[in-house]
């Protein structure tokens, strides 16, 4: 996928699939992925547990067990194919070059170390300095990420900071070596609203200062409609429909994405009913046929449970892995979903 | 940090308190007949019998009797500190005996203890690093022979091996260091590892399912993440935490056997506190029985404490809580 | 909805103590749930919104006394069950029901759906068919009746929330709390739960208290809606009324920040009131207005000097606030306004 940006590409995943092997057989938790991050850009993945939008992610930073775990493609960073580095030489780029935010910062610090030992650590890890310029580093982060009173809290631990404390101190960890790329998977979903505007916000202005590439996982079309410029949604480990963001919220293609915005109830108005999707996602242990939203689409006919749909590409870098004919969508978009979510 | 040690002792103390009143009812009040007839030994004159009633205050109320009894075992007797009471069957006062029993069992629980420590958490990491490896497996098989083999014939086993067949170590009985230091260690050093064996099979299996399940949380995956060497991320993060627990078991472990090493010390003739406990069974010498009992509780007790603060000190949620 | 009164609850109260050892029986507590009035009333869904840590769902323990107020007075359908004893209440605990988030933890693993949602029949000895009656139960939630016979972890999330809905609907309750129902589940089957309770409602005549943090879906559910801060109820109002036309300040930051798919991406062009600072300790909380410590309104000498009581503005609505927010969606300036509370974020 690479269609206008800004900036220089950073990432380029090709064509990666993630294969585990579990004791109940393949569990085909990414497929056939791929897609493009540049400078300044920040891509949203979006999709529900077991979408693959995590595990994708994984991969680029080299944390998944290769003992159990077969993967296929390339992820190239900076025209490197990460796949293929040793051990030792992804160590180097992880934390440096692609740095990562989890999800849940009640246990993604260690429980024993004090928070500021585990940023000069993080430090330390890339660059040989005394460790007394290692803490000195770890201060001016936290002070950076909006920890008040930052010189004395770097020596409390974790336990002794709010979740959205929590996130900001993750957030300054990521931050240490001024990383190319910043891989975010639900960095707010454990967190509460007004803290998620203060983290979401804090992220952006990371982008916009640090001049990276930021990667933003959520289930949550609403985060992304706020921060991505760019839109990835993704089904059963498969990509459904990319483009940029405006894209995506005025004209998406894919019954899917269409499904996810009818489903989302939103605080704009009050909806006589909700519309679903209906059943529940496939297993990635038998995936269904063809396309694998098939089972669950509205719209489907023939074509859907036979051959996979490919990407089909349209204007504005616009790509979606869907049958149903342009004309067709756009009749539905206009007529229905559009309409029904207030957007033309 | 102060007030909390300061608590944990108070109730350390209402612990000690509460375990000598158990056992004061245990082997005064429970069993039926007259205690004197059951402390004198085997065979008591009328006279001996009188000065035991008289001794133990047995002739005056509940209360004052447990009175007497308490106020000895803190504050001493006429043998010292602490009151233990005077054995008739051995003509001996308690403390003496036991002063001449501890030092025994102390060299032989402190070197098994640092043996089955330091062997029993590297097995486990080793296995918990090359999990599923042919390494893991055999130090599991190890492990799962280390709890089963009883101790009695690995004891008798090692000594007809070692002792009888190669002469490498030293036979049974104990040497005391000042008097050959060589024949000590000769003769301790079997001991010492099949006591060991046990509690090195069970560390090992504890520290491996630890450093398994620590290896598995988010803040290992964060320290990966920063880009930390594979051996930094297992022995700073991942042994940083799955050690706790094993930290404050091992005082635990280490006092059950002040008094319940018995099967290794009568195997090897140690005659420590675990075997004279037993003994006095044997020739009804309750007094002993009684001193080595509370000996061992107060020592189980005390350990809890050390266990407490140790935890406390290595875990910062539980010390600033 | 005829406006006729179910659950009355008022000044209530719930203080827990903060655990500190034995020998160190401290006087501090939680105050979990604080001085809080309110009405549900017959048909209805009242909505209790806020963030964690608030109360919420402590409140809706309260309603059902699965927990005993320290303070106050809830009356149920014109019984007063403040401190009715457990053994007293079983005749009442049949006609007040409640979901829980995670379906999972809450439905015995050893046990057939069929058992679990018969379970409810034999503790209170009413039906004498029950299979019959749970086979209706798992068709009007969406199942199967062939479901009968598996077990919790043969299904999927969504699923096992109807199996919850199923077992809270088994004695015809009048009222069902709801605590975070959906919070755990995909968007695509939130939807699904979510349809499914308003037609159970809408069938069984139905009265739900709501609790979510989730302000959107609250908003899709809710006649009436209480935002809760600290424990207290600050604000409390008509579902349309609230989301129109916010007054409470906390209840506007809340509505602010709540990220929107309508913004057409791009970014952060979108005006929020981004809230300083941390959620006070609710053992030591703030005095006079709870909220003043982080509130854009803040105005020193008397927010952190008077409590606000609550005020009544239009029709039922009422708000806890000195300084209420007059326009709605208010000004650029105001949104970055800031009482002198420190956040390093700008």
Redesign the interface.
């Known amino acids: 996928m690479s269609e206008a940006g800004s900036g220089a590409t950073l990432l380029e995943v090709r064509d990666l699939s993630v294969r585990f092997r579990t004791r109940d057989g393949v569990v085909q938790a990414v497929s056939n992925l791929s897609y493009t991050l540049r400078r300044g850009e920040t891509l949203g993945i979006v999709g529900e547990s077991g979408s693959g939008k995590s595990v994708s992610n994984l991969a680029t930073m080299g944390l998944l067990n290769r003992s159990y775990t077969d993967i296929t493609g390339e992820i190239l960073f900076e025209g490197t194919d990460v796949l293929k580095l040793r051990q030792e030489q992804m160590r180097r780029i992880r934390g440096k070059d692609i740095a990562m935010i989890f999800q849940d910062p009640f246990a993604s610090l260690h429980p024993m170390y004090r928070v500021g030992k585990q940023l000069a650590e993080a430090v330390l890890a890339h660059e040989d300095v005394s460790r007394d310029a290692a803490w000195n580093r770890a201060v001016e982060l936290l002070e950076a990420v909006g920890i008040p009173n930052a010189r004395a809290r770097a020596r409390d631990y974790p336990h002794q900071f709010s979740g959205g404390m929590r996130q900001r101190v993750m957030i300054a960890m990521a931050l240490v070596h001024n990383p190319d790329v910043l891989i975010a998977d639900e960095p707010t979903t454990a967190l509460d609203v007004t803290v998620q505007a203060q983290i979401l916000e804090l992220i952006d202005r990371v982008k916009r200062e640090f001049d990276c590439g930021v990667i933003l996982i959520t289930h949550d079309l609403g985060v992304v409609a706020e921060t991505a410029s760019h839109v990835l949604v993704m089904y059963a480990g498969r990509p459904m429909e990319y483009g940029p963001a405006q894209e995506i919220f005025t004209g998406a293609q894919h019954p899917y994405t269409w499904g996810l915005l009818e489903s989302m109830p939103t605080v704009e108005k009050r909806l006589e009913i909700l519309v679903p999707i209906e059943g529940s996602p496939p297993s990635l242990l038998h995936p269904p046929s063809g396309c694998p939203f098939h089972p669950r689409c509205k719209y489907r006919f023939e074509p859907c449970d036979g051959e996979r749909p490919p990407l089909f590409r349209l204007p504005d870098g616009h790509l979606d892995a869907c049958y149903l004919p342009p004309e067709r969508k756009r009749e539905l978009w206009t007529k229905r979903i559009g309409a029904e979510l207030g957007v033309t | 940090m102060l007030i909390y040690i300061a608590r944990r002792l108070v109730w350390t103390l209402v612990v000690i308190f509460v375990v000598v009143l158990i056992t004061f009812v245990v082997f005064f009040k429970l069993p039926a007949g007259d205690p004197a007839l059951r402390f004198a030994g085997r065979s008591p004159t009328t006279a001996e019998l009188a000065l035991i009633r008289h001794r133990l205050h047995l002739d005056k109320p509940f209360y004052t009797e447990f009175g007497y009894f308490v106020k000895n075992f803190f504050t001493g007797d006429s043998n010292g500190w602490p009151g233990l009471g005077y054995s008739y069957e051995g003509d001996i006062p308690v403390l003496q005996e036991i002063e001449q029993r501890a030092p025994r069992t102390l060299f032989l629980i402190a070197g098994a203890g640092i043996i089955w420590l330091i062997f029993g958490v590297a097995i486990g990491v080793t296995s918990a690093v090359k999990r599923r490896s042919i390494v893991d497996r055999v130090a599991m098989g190890f492990a799962l022979f280390g709890i089963s083999a009883p101790v009695f014939w690995l004891g008798l086993m090692s000594l007809f091996i070692f002792w009888k067949e190669l002469h490498w170590t030293g036979g049974s009985g104990y040497v005391p260091l000042t008097q050959n230091p060589a024949a000590f260690f000769s003769h301790l050093i079997l001991p010492w590892i099949v006591l060991a064996l046990l509690f090195m099979a069970v560390y090992a299996r504890l520290t491996r399912g630890n450093l398994l399940e620590t290896l598995g949380e988010d803040y290992i995956r964060t320290a990966r993440a920063k880009g930390l060497s594979e051996r930094a991320v297992i022995f700073r993060h991942g042994l940083r935490a799955s050690l706790t627990p094993i930290a404050t078991i091992f005082p635990l472990d280490l006092a059950q056997l002040v008094g319940g090493a018995v099967i290794t010390e009568t195997v090897f003739n140690l005659q420590g506190l675990g075997w004279l406990a037993v003994n006095s069974v044997f020739t009804q010498d309750l007094p002993t029985v009684l001193g080595v009992v509370l000996l061992g509780a107060v020592c189980v007790a005390l350990a809890n404490l050390v266990a407490d603060i140790l935890y406390a000190f290595l875990d910062p949620r539980v010390r600033y809580a | 909805m005829n406006g006729e009164t179910l659950v009355e609850v008022q000044g209530l109260t719930k203080h827990f103590p903060v655990k500190q050892?034995?020998?160190?029986r401290g006087k501090q507590v939680v105050h979990a749930v604080e001085d809080v009035s309110l009405t549900v009333r017959r048909g209805e869904t009242l909505g209790i919104v806020g963030?964690?840590g608030c109360g919420k769902s402590t409140t809706a323990r309260l309603i059902v006394r699965l927990l005993e107020p320290t303070g106050g007075k809830v009356v149920f359908d014109g019984r007063d069950i403040t401190h009715t004893s457990q053994r007293a209440l079983r005749p009442v605990r049949q006609e007040m029901q409640m979901i829980f988030q995670d379906p999972y933890s809450s439905l015995n693993p050893r046990k057939s759906i069929g058992q679990i949602i018969a379970e409810p029949f034999k503790i209170h000895h009413t039906e004498k068919d029950a299979r019959t009656r749970v086979r209706e139960l798992l068709e009007r939630v969406g199942l199967s009746p062939e479901h009968y016979n598996r077990y919790p972890h043969e299904f999927?999330g969504?699923?096992r929330q109807r199996i919850g809905v199923a077992r809270a609907l088994a004695l015809q309750p009048k009222l069902i709390v709801c605590d975070e129902p959906v919070s755990a589940l995909?968007?695509?089957?939130?939807?699904?739960i979510?349809?499914l309770l308003?037609g159970l409602q809408r069938e069984f005549h139905l009265t739900f208290v709501f609790i979510s943090?989730?302000?959107?879906?609250i908003?899709?559910v809710s006649d009436r809606i209480a935002v809760m801060y600290l424990g207290r109820v600050v604000e409390l109002a008509d579902?349309?009324l609230l989301?129109e036309h916010p007054r409470h300040p906390y209840t506007a930051?809340?509505?602010?920040?709540?990220?929107?798919?309508?913004?057409?991406?791009?970014?952060?062009g979108?005006r929020?009131i981004?809230?300083g600072g941390?959620?006070p300790s609710p053992v030591d909380p703030p005095q006079a207005c709870i909220f003043h410590t982080r509130c854009p309104r803040m105005k020193p000498g008397h927010c952190d000097v008077d409590a606000p009581q609550l005020r009544k503005f239009d029709g039922d609505h009422v708000a806890a606030c000195h300084y209420p927010v007059e326009k709605w969606p208010i000004s650029e300036d105001e949104l970055r306004r800031r009482p002198g509370v420190?956040?390093?974020?700008d």
Not at chain 3, 342 to 345: F, K, Q
Request: glycine residues 10%; hydrophobic residues 35%.
């Open positions: 050892g034995v020998f160190a963030e964690s999927s969504g699923q995909d968007v695509s089957v939130q939807a699904q979510l349809n308003k943090h989730d302000l959107s879906v908003r899709q579902s349309e989301y930051a809340l509505l602010s920040a709540v990220p929107k798919p309508e913004t057409n991406g791009g970014g952060y979108r929020r981004i809230l941390d959620l420190e956040t390093g974020v």
